[in-house]
């Protein structure tokens, strides 16, 4: 029976030959993400139910993120709970302030994310890490303590929708002004429940980076997950990121394993699955999947396009929107906080100095070092930017650059509802690192495109 | 009497049910003095015990804080009825035990205001005020089974005693 790649993952994870869509599953957990807003909430429930334990104490990765360092007295008592109880189960992969980062960018970084895996997180954009060709979705506090406890959850096989990319992005257009142009076109909720398959050759010249800036935001169209093939810019990612005991993929296609020396024959893979003793499973959509929609993209003839306020589906190209006055430009968060981001942000902002007050968020320790390393942070301190420590921090309101009334933010976040950053009465436009710096530099919205 | 609250809008999203800057707390009564209070500062004052939400489609949308659904279950509000549900806000309010009604025709007869009745088993809304009745589909015997168990983890400590 043929399946998309979603359907393989979830089928496997749930001890069958095949499923589809619609139908109800209990399937095993491969990673659990924890940070320090909904977690602290499943420890509680789980000590009151008399549940107090942990699946397994190494698939379970924390990280405080959303509020570290502590913003204020509650925040600390959240952090508290979350490092009691992490301490209390010796979780073996617990990221500390220090080491820990905005999880959507951390786990990647740090090699916890596998292709064919299942990976629940306590955030609504755990979809980010289908990237890596792994089914993976956002929880709330229940679901998040039943992972921990018990390794599994229920699921309903979602529809899958397919979007290709076709053509080749410009100079200047990247992966988030994608996403941004998708969800302008389906909506917020244009694949409600359903997986979000990206497929097309402008995806495969897209590096990993930008593919999770595309899968980060499959959860803005009211998507399940979001979801990319294997491929070899997939398996060099891994190669650099995962341990070295884990590297190395076995095909669900009979025939061919990939591994960090080469392609080798192998025997064709059992039915349900593959003992994992090392390495990972690689699943591919069958080309007689069924899909509930397919919808073509030209990125060629895209432009950076903006998001405005006060839904993410407000993406409008730069040329319509270019001009309106800003008060604050942010460059971080799990959407473009990695260093390719801060490259492209700094690229611009070199030589030059903002207009506005600019928030530069690197989203983990390394990419806040490899900034520092390759002289980013000189060229954002020269531009009269301000570089905070890893956080969620302002995307959500929280603190490092939350809005006062009436301002307005230039934001490479994923979200720009009412009151998202700060005051109900501020607004945020949503756009790429490129758009956000040149935005800085003018204090209005700007097409990055006359920096290049 | 139950009071409906109705927000003829789509998209009512998780930040407006709940801001970010209250989720440095998990406690109930206070999210709950909080509800809806980047949509409508006064729901809080106005709404009593057993009342209900009305809203478009997508309600829920945005993060998987289950927090929202902490604040409007806080607010003893007894349901949200919306014509459609985002995916995580849904799936949370079952593993919590608390009721949804996706009724689509719902805005259309249903006015802020009124008063109304629910029928769950058998499926519909009474509008007490204006006599009119929606119906809407119960949810799925799983999720009432879920439910009816008081949620998710109630629902697996009973699994592993029965």
Not at chain 1, 321 to 337: F, K, L, V
Not at chain 1, 351 to 363: C, D, H, Q, S
Not at chain 2, 62 to 86: D, L, M, Y
Request: glycine letters at 10%.
């Amino acid at each position: 029976m043929s399946m998309t790649i979603t359907e393989k993952i979830l089928a496997k994870a749930a001890g069958k030959e095949s499923v589809t869509a619609g139908e109800l599953v209990d399937a095993c957990i491969d990673v659990v993400m924890c940070h320090d807003v909904t977690t602290p909430p499943a420890i509680s429930m789980l000590v009151e139910k008399g549940l107090d334990k942990v699946f397994d104490k190494d698939k379970i990765v924390v990280t405080p993120d959303h509020f570290q360092p502590a913003k204020d007295v509650k925040s600390a008592e959240l952090h508290r709970r979350l490092d009691l109880w992490a301490r209390r189960h010796e979780i073996t992969h617990y990221y500390k302030v220090g080491r820990a980062g905005v999880c959507h960018a951390l786990l990647p970084e740090q090699g916890h994310i596998r292709p064919g895996e299942v990976i629940v997180g306590g955030d609504s954009h755990t979809c980010t890490y289908g990237a890596f060709a792994a089914f993976s979705t956002g929880v709330g506090s229940t679901d998040l303590a039943a992972a921990i406890a018990t390794g599994k959850l229920w699921f309903k096989i979602p529809a899958s929708v397919k979007l290709v990319l076709n053509g080749s992005l410009g100079p200047g257009v990247y992966s988030k002004d994608v996403i941004l142009a998708i969800i302008a076109r389906i909506g917020t909720d244009g694949a409600l429940y359903e997986a979000m398959e990206f497929v097309g050759p402008a995806l495969s010249e897209m590096t990993m980076e930008a593919r999770m800036t595309m899968t980060n935001m499959a959860i803005e169209a009211g998507a399940k997950n979001g979801i990319i093939a294997f491929d070899d810019t997939t398996k060099q990612y891994l190669d650099e990121h995962l341990p070295v005991s884990l590297r190395g993929a076995k095909s669900r296609r009979a025939g061919k394993a990939i591994s960090s020396t080469g392609t080798s024959e192998i025997a064709a893979p059992a039915g349900g699955g593959l003992a994992m003793t090392g390495g990972y499973t690689v699943y591919e959509s069958d080309a007689d999947a069924e899909y509930a929609k397919v919808e073509e993209f030209d990125c060629s003839a895209l432009e950076p396009m903006v998001a405005l306020p006060h839904l993410p589906s407000g993406g409008v190209p730069i040329g319509e929107c270019a001009g309106g006055q800003m008060d604050q430009a942010y460059i971080g968060s799990c959407t473009n906080g990695r260093i390719e981001d801060l490259r492209i942000a700094a690229k611009i902002l070199k030589g030059k100095e903002v207009a506005v007050r600019t928030i530069v968020v690197p989203a983990t320790p390394t990419i806040w070092k490899q900034a520092k390393d390759e002289g980013l942070f000189d060229i954002f301190y020269d531009a009269g930017c301000v570089i905070s420590a890893p956080t969620c921090g302002a995307c959500l309101g929280g603190f490092m650059g939350v809005l006062a009334e009436g301002e307005k933010c230039v934001s490479t976040t994923n979200r720009n509802f009412v009151g998202r950053m700060g005051s109900p009465k501020s607004e945020v436009y949503l756009a790429s690192p490129a758009t956000a710096a040149a935005s800085a530099v003018e204090g209005k919205l700007t097409d990055p495109r006359k920096y290049l | 009497m139950a009071k409906a609250h109705v927000y003829n809008r789509d998209h009512i999203n998780t930040d407006e049910i709940i801001p970010a800057r209250y989720l440095n707390t998990d406690d109930e009564q206070e999210l709950a003095r909080h509800c809806l209070e980047d949509l409508d500062e006064g729901f809080v004052d106005k709404v009593s015990e057993g009342d209900v939400i009305v809203g478009g489609e997508d309600f829920g949308c945005g993060s998987s804080r289950e927090h929202a659904v902490w604040a409007i279950r806080g607010a003893k509000v007894q349901t949200v009825i919306a014509k459609t549900f985002a995916r995580i806000f849904y799936r949370n309010a079952i593993n919590c035990g608390f009721y949804l009604i996706e009724a689509p025709e719902a805005l259309d007869h249903i006015n802020d205001g009124d008063e109304v009745e629910i029928n769950y088993e058998a499926g519909y809304v009474k509008n007490k005020t204006t006599g009119a009745e929606v119906k809407f589909k119960p949810l799925p015997d799983f999720a009432v089974e879920i439910i009816n168990d008081g949620g998710l983890l109630e629902h697996i400590v009973k699994g592993t005693t029965d």
